[in-house]
């Protein structure tokens, strides 16, 4: 069977007629209930929740906690980086534009949880009072961990890390097309120990890097470097083989259990320390640095935080997304301690996970609902191809298409397009609380 782009861009705005055709019956089977819903954090996790909840409940007081008074459709950045994408406006958006309005929006940030007292302390001295609590806070960038790095840096002398910001995605572009022209140099690019928002973005970044300068010609006089934390270059064994044939076609040589902990701009110098202890020193000519995350302050140091397995996340059931100790509040997206998903194709899975489960708890019922871990990796390859890569807690392959329309192992054309220019549109239908895929 063959697939065109026509074709499926027919099929996606199938699936938002599909995606419609519940609404009414939804309307029709809402929960009624005058409960106070304090979601904290507004990003694809916390204003997807609060559309999503509109769809089940019906007289909730529904409350988003977001100091940033704008949207950023982080997936984005490596299509940045890729020259698809052109502008900051390309991923960024008021929030308005999503957040409905029968949700409230407090422009502040979250700084004490007090879940003893069913209360939450801002930044500029409120507090507020809830009956169900919905964290949704995302990771913090750890750059403060790197000795030696200023974030004011990257865009210029060859440092970039397109998760910063979205200038930094186009300056990383420009970056990268001129040190191709150079003819010769020294490629480093880093991945951190631990979990991750979208752990393959470090490796899709390489991939543009390594495309740009082929393209450019004088490949034989460059060398690319990947040094991870970890010893691994993907956790699922059957994509991590498969892109380490392709790095040996490309010859891009990956080097494992190495940590980042310092960097030095002025002698263009990369310091890691392995697990013996012993400290490695890189010289590099330009340098991508995917920088060690946690969860955000206020939720590591606070009593909902995870002290075991997954140390400052949000203690949550991996399955129900219900906190382990305090029922009433649940987590999701990037600040949850589950063993893989921080993406936003887990989010979309995960919405009506903690929707009906929450619901299920306003009617007195237990919580049934479970997410199966499903994550999604678009692994782009070059500007044109990209290998989709769908899997769950298991580790193992799954597709929401058939294998011989995207095979995962298999570059292609289409899982570019996908990426390209698919996978926004239902993000977007995602933050408006639909899930239909």
């Not at 010609?217 to 392709?246: K, M, W």
């Amino acid at each position: 069977m063959s697939i065109s782009r026509r074709t499926f861009l027919k099929a996606g705005v199938g699936i938002g007629v599909l995606s419609g055709a519940g609404v009414g019956y939804r309307e029709l089977s809402k929960t009624k209930t005058n409960a106070k819903i304090l979601i904290v954090g507004g990003g694809a996790a916390g204003i997807g929740m609060a559309n999503k909840l509109n769809q089940y409940l019906s007289g909730a007081e529904i409350t988003v906690v977001e100091p940033r008074n704008f949207h950023w459709y982080q997936p984005g950045q490596t299509l940045l980086l890729a020259g698809s994408y052109t502008q900051t406006s390309d991923v960024m958006a008021a929030n308005e534009r999503y957040i409905s309005g029968d949700v409230r929006w407090v422009e502040d940030a979250v700084i004490e949880y007090r879940p003893d007292h069913n209360q939450v302390v801002t930044q500029k001295g409120n507090r507020l009072d809830y009956d169900y609590l919905i964290v949704a806070t995302g990771v913090e960038l750890r750059y403060d961990l790197i000795e030696g790095f200023d974030t004011q840096e990257i865009g210029h002398n060859g440092i970039t890390s397109i998760y910063y910001s979205p200038e930094t995605g186009l300056k990383s572009h420009q970056q990268a097309l001129d040190f191709a022209q150079r003819g010769e140099g020294k490629v480093v690019c880093t991945r951190p120990q631990g979990a991750m928002k979208c752990a393959g973005a470090p490796m899709k970044a390489t991939n543009l890097l390594e495309y740009f300068v082929a393209q450019a010609g004088n490949r034989e006089h460059f060398t690319f470097d990947y040094f991870t934390a970890e010893d691994f270059l993907f956790s699922v064994p059957v994509f991590d083989q498969r892109i380490r044939e392709i790095w040996v076609e490309r010859q891009i040589h990956p080097h494992f259990e190495h940590t980042l902990t310092a960097l030095d701009s002025a002698k263009k110098q990369a310091t890691f320390i392995q697990p013996d202890g012993r400290q490695r020193v890189v010289d590099w000519d330009f340098i991508h640095v995917a920088p060690p995350m946690t969860a955000i302050q206020s939720v590591r140091e606070s009593p909902l935080a995870d002290q075991n397995l997954f140390k400052g996340y949000l203690e949550v059931d991996k399955f129900t997304m219900q906190h382990s100790r305090y029922a009433n509040v649940f987590g999701i997206g990037d600040t949850v301690g589950t063993p893989i998903g921080k993406t936003a194709a887990s989010v979309k899975s995960q919405l009506p996970v903690v929707a009906q489960n929450l619901t299920a708890l306003i009617e007195g019922r237990e919580p049934q609902a479970k997410w199966d871990g499903y994550t999604s990796c678009p692994m782009i390859l070059d500007v044109g191809h990209a290998m989709l890569w769908e899997f769950n807690y298991s580790l193992k392959p799954v597709t929401a298409l058939p294998f011989h329309v995207v095979d995962p192992l298999k570059k292609s054309k289409l899982a570019w397009v996908m990426e390209e220019s698919m996978i926004k549109p239902v993000y977007d239908m995602m933050l408006h609380g639909y899930s239909p895929i």
